[in-house]
């Protein structure tokens, strides 16, 4: 068990790796800048969402919503990045395709750039102090123990949902696999932050992150393979319930 923190700690520490990734990707749009600046979003927003269940935070989604949109600003340079990164070397099929890729690569990044830079981080800042001032007074007022107990009570009812629609899966498209593994990951980030305040380490998600890795090759091969996907639905539905949700 690691030590038990905050989740104003917790809160600000993901704000301030996504303000350095923002920097990072500014000056540097490389895979991995790009790939951690999306993670980071995904944190971030995990953070919010869980803290929104602690204190009154005003305009919650909208606070949310400008986090999502820095992710989809960057997301086709990420998508393209991949593509780029399994294409094979030999072949002058490929060489030309590669060739194309990277011009299209220079002109999205070009757009991001321009996305990255009106980024209002001082505007988001404001937003993130405000939850941090608020979480700090509750809990001046409250037992750790107490405050965690309201999270276990919160990420317990959105398993049991993620849960059942998992048990009901049935739409086998592509854009419905998408949704779903959205889910996965949103609840992933979620337990990994909450873990993080409780001390609990995170060794329990990583089935989960399994998945939806798993989902994602399904996704980038658009090969439905109906009983491969049925096993996969059950091990996720099984990789959560054995999920450890706990305040101690």
């Known amino acids: 068990?690691?030590?038990?923190?905050?989740?104003?700690?917790?809160?600000?520490?993901?704000?301030?790796?996504?303000?350095?990734?923002?920097?990072?990707?500014?000056?540097?749009?490389?895979?991995?800048?790009?790939?951690?600046?999306?993670?980071?979003?995904?944190?971030?927003?995990?953070?919010?969402?869980?803290?929104?269940?602690?204190?009154?935070?005003?305009?919650?989604?909208?606070?949310?919503r400008e986090f999502r949109d820095v992710r989809k600003s960057v997301g086709p340079v990420r998508e393209l990045q991949v593509k780029l990164k399994g294409l094979k070397s030999s072949g002058t099929k490929q060489s030309h395709k590669k060739k194309v890729l990277l011009k299209r690569l220079e002109i999205i990044q070009e757009k991001s750039s321009h996305s990255l830079e009106e980024i209002r981080l001082r505007h988001q800042e404001k937003d993130i102090r405000s939850i941090e001032f608020k979480l700090l007074c509750r809990e001046e007022k409250e037992r750790p123990g107490v405050l965690r107990d309201i999270l276990v009570d919160l990420l317990i009812k959105k398993r049991a949902k993620l849960c059942a629609e998992l048990e009901t899966f049935s739409q086998f498209k592509l854009d419905e696999l998408h949704h779903l593994r959205m889910k996965i990951k949103r609840f992933r980030y979620m337990k990994e932050v909450?873990?993080?305040?409780?001390?609990?380490?995170?060794?329990?998600?990583?089935?989960?992150?399994?998945?939806?890795r798993n989902l994602g090759v399904i996704l980038d091969s658009k090969e439905l393979d109906r009983s491969e996907i049925k096993k996969l639905i059950k091990f996720a539905n099984q990789s959560l319930t054995r999920l450890v949700l706990t305040s101690q």
């Open 1 to 64: 068990m690691t030590k038990i923190k905050s989740i104003s700690h917790s809160l600000i520490r993901a704000w301030l790796e996504y303000q350095r990734l923002v920097g990072l990707a500014i000056e540097k749009k490389s895979t991995g800048n790009i790939h951690n600046l999306r993670i980071a979003t995904q944190k971030l927003e995990a953070a919010i969402v869980l803290s929104k269940n602690i204190v009154d935070i005003r305009h919650p989604r909208r606070i949310v």
């Open 194 to 212: 909450f873990n993080s305040i409780a001390g609990l380490g995170q060794d329990d998600i990583c089935e989960l992150v399994k998945v939806q």
